[in-house]
């Protein structure tokens, strides 16, 4: 896939990061086309959930981001996210006191919510409108997670780790779920499953030591089994066309 | 069993006040992690305007009552909103430079309410049906009581109904759970914190009408000397939680009464160790979330 006559829907330059005055990302730039899917990695702990949280303004960050165009480094977290941002944090974060319907309603953006879309990827969550979030399984909070996302009409979506702790069955449901959103809607997508990323991923950007060490086409880095040991710390050498995730591989902590 | 009766509903009525002072401080908690020691002084400046307006119009009349409660709760909403705005909305995530901020206030504003309305109590005059007593199992109850209760439940149900029913009480119940996601989906929940406070401020506006019926006058310590029990109602009840509160304030109030009663005026020693128990045995209070 060419990128040259792709646009960028999201930029980022020179990002900073910090947590309680921890610098936790540390000089990131890289692009995100206006279609597909791009995959941030890299191992455990070099910046990869706090670069997402830089870009909403969840944790104080300078540098510049431009969605659509539009600067949006300096803007608090609602207004970003109003720009059209939809975001599936890491651990789901779904609020547990809050019924499935309640969850959903308060992620409504606009008056007329992509409701039907929802209602056809996650039709568990039909039958489960009045079940409150906190007594859902995972994968079933997880479907909570990406629904608040795809009920609104987003410019981008940023998706935090959406396989991690599920069963190999819903690892499954939740990639089908994502590729079906990819074909609307770029995401930026943060994930450990390799076998996820092959089956999603147009593009990767990879993190190291809180800054970016290799950009390119997917298959330029999961195709060299060399790459993804020196950067992501694990070996490759599945089935790429499998969907069975019992033996994914995993990058390491 | 009359005094057993009396005691009970004299300590549903003091329930009462805890509450519509608890609840404010518990929601504003539980929402900002705000602890909000200026929150008396909400209850305060209620009283104090609400009977300004109650003496103007036709003291000791009953819609001036209504007129004097529907000041408070207008006037505490308005104060506690702009403490919110003007001071609070700075201080998010800086919780020791909050509680000098809202101990200042308090501070500020009993001084500043001598020195309106002077450092004596001043003396209400309500409708004199309050002032009398209605017989109940032999128990000779006074009528206000019964109004502080049905005013309280009146405020719980109107709460409730707002959080369960509106959207901004959709907007409080997720960001007691977890702000930040509020506002990752696309919410100003600054929003909704001025609104919390606002709420909180007129129960608290509302309260200080009542309290000041309860004692018989208003004060520039008024608000203070029943914060410190709404304080210790909220934290048994548990830190965020509306329903602890309410069921906080009657335990701790009827607990109060009765120690008072029966134990020589050991009330506020009684609700005291009461607190130290729940510390000790449940550090989240009755119904407060777990850490």
């Keep these: 896939m060419s990128t040259t006559s792709r646009t960028n829907i999201l930029t980022v330059r020179n990002l900073y990061g910090r947590i309680e005055g921890q610098q936790v990302v540390e000089d990131v730039s890289f692009d995100v086309p206006d279609t597909g899917v791009t995959a941030l990695l890299g191992r455990n702990g070099v910046g990869k959930t706090s670069t997402i949280k830089s870009i909403l303004g969840l944790i104080d960050r300078t540098g510049a981001i431009t969605l659509a165009g539009r600067r949006v480094d300096r803007l608090p977290t609602h207004k970003v996210v109003q720009l059209g941002v939809g975001y599936v944090p890491e651990d789901r974060e779904v609020f547990g006191k809050l019924s499935v319907a309640e969850n959903l309603k308060l992620a409504e953006r606009s008056a007329h919510p992509n409701r039907a879309l929802v209602e056809e990827l996650f039709p568990d969550l039909v039958q489960r409108h009045a079940q409150l979030a906190g007594t859902l399984s995972g994968g079933q909070q997880q479907m909570v997670s990406l629904a608040r996302a795809l009920l609104n009409q987003n410019r981008l979506l940023l998706v935090d780790e959406p396989t991690k702790g599920l069963s190999p069955k819903i690892v499954t449901e939740v990639t089908q779920a994502l590729l079906a959103a990819a074909k609307t809607v770029p995401i930026l997508l943060v994930e450990q499953n390799l076998q996820v990323i092959r089956q999603l991923a147009d593009r990767v950007v990879v993190l190291s030591g809180g800054r970016v060490v290799f950009t390119g086409e997917a298959a330029e880095l999961l195709d060299d089994p060399e790459r993804i040991q020196r950067y992501l710390g694990v070996h490759s050498g599945a089935d790429h066309s499998s969907t069975d995730h019992s033996n994914t591989e995993q990058v390491p902590a | ?291």
């Design chain 2, 1 to 291: 069993m009359s005094t057993i009766v009396l005691l009970l509903i004299t300590g549903l009525g003091l329930g009462a006040l805890y509450f519509l002072v608890a609840s404010g401080l518990s929601l504003i908690y539980g929402l900002m992690g705000v602890l909000n020691f200026a929150h008396g002084s909400f209850l305060t400046i209620g009283a104090f305007i609400g009977w300004e307006v109650a003496r103007r119009l036709s003291d000791g009349s009953w819609w001036a009552l209504v007129a004097a409660m529907l000041t408070g709760a207008v006037v505490g909403a308005l104060v506690a909103a702009a403490t919110e705005f003007f001071l609070i909305r700075r201080l998010y995530n800086r919780h020791i430079e909050q509680v000098l901020v809202t101990v200042g206030l308090a501070l500020a504003s009993v001084a500043l309410f001598e020195g309106i309305w002077g450092t004596d109590p001043t003396y209400v005059t309500s409708p004199s049906w309050l002032g009398q007593t209605t017989e109940i199992l032999g128990a000779r109850i006074p009528n206000n009581r019964f109004m502080l209760i049905l005013v309280a439940v009146l405020v719980l149900v109107a709460i409730v109904l707002f959080l369960k029913f509106t959207r901004y009480g959709l907007i409080v119940r997720a960001g007691v759970e977890n702000r930040l996601m509020v506002t990752a989906l696309g919410i100003d929940v600054r929003r909704a914190f001025t609104l919390v406070f606002a709420i909180g401020g007129a129960a608290a506006g509302l309260g200080g009408v009542l309290a000041s019926i309860y004692y018989g006058y208003v004060s520039a310590h008024i608000g203070g000397s029943l914060l410190i029990f709404a304080f210790i109602v909220t934290v048994i009840g548990g830190l965020g939680s509306l329903a602890g509160a309410a069921i906080a304030s009657v335990l701790v109030a009827v607990l109060q009464q009765f120690a008072n009663f029966y134990l020589g005026g050991t009330g506020d020693l009684a609700v005291v160790l009461a607190l130290a128990a729940v510390l000790l045995l449940r550090p989240r209070g009755l119904m407060g979330a777990k850490a």
